[in-house]
């Protein structure tokens, strides 16, 4: 929780998703779908201010389409182009070739996973790449955001 807490407050520079008020002291977390049990992964949940989180559940403010389209705006953000392409390329394939220091937030998350190390070869000198592969809960992120 607490690094899925850090990374909420991170893609927003500690602000409101919608309305970009930057006070910690009134930031709150919203599932985007409320469900039962709730789903606490991490493209579930939006930083909000107590007020649009209010205002949301009174449907005076923003709706969930708006919440939608904050998230996959914060998602790209987040993730990286990098991410992006690399949990489309291991969606598509399976796995995905790269440096491990490109893929670390992905791994936090636990959208991809280390399965063996590679060493390619550039006119300079080597670099240690690795191979990663897509997890269950990266498959249905990937699918969730379009990511397929």
Not at 70 to 87: D, E, F
Not at 135 to 147: L, M, P
């Amino acid at each position: 929780m607490t690094e899925i807490k850090e990374i909420l407050f991170s893609e927003t520079d500690g602000s409101c998703a919608y309305c970009g008020i930057k006070d910690y002291r009134v930031l709150t977390i919203h599932h985007i779908v409320q469900e039962d049990p709730k789903n606490e992964s991490y493209d579930n949940k939006i930083l909000l201010c107590h007020n649009c989180h209010q205002m949301h559940h009174q449907n005076k403010g923003p709706s969930i389409d708006d919440l939608y389209d904050i998230k996959k705006r914060l998602i790209y953000k987040t993730l990286t182009q990098q991410g992006v392409n690399a949990l489309k390329e291991a969606y598509r394939k399976g796995f995905v070739l790269a440096a491990p220091y490109l893929l670390n937030h992905i791994i936090e998350l636990r959208y991809l996973r280390f399965k063996e190390s590679h060493i390619t070869y550039d006119s300079d000198d080597h670099i240690i790449s690795g191979i990663y592969e897509l997890t269950k809960e990266g498959k249905q992120f990937a699918e969730r955001w379009g990511f397929n």
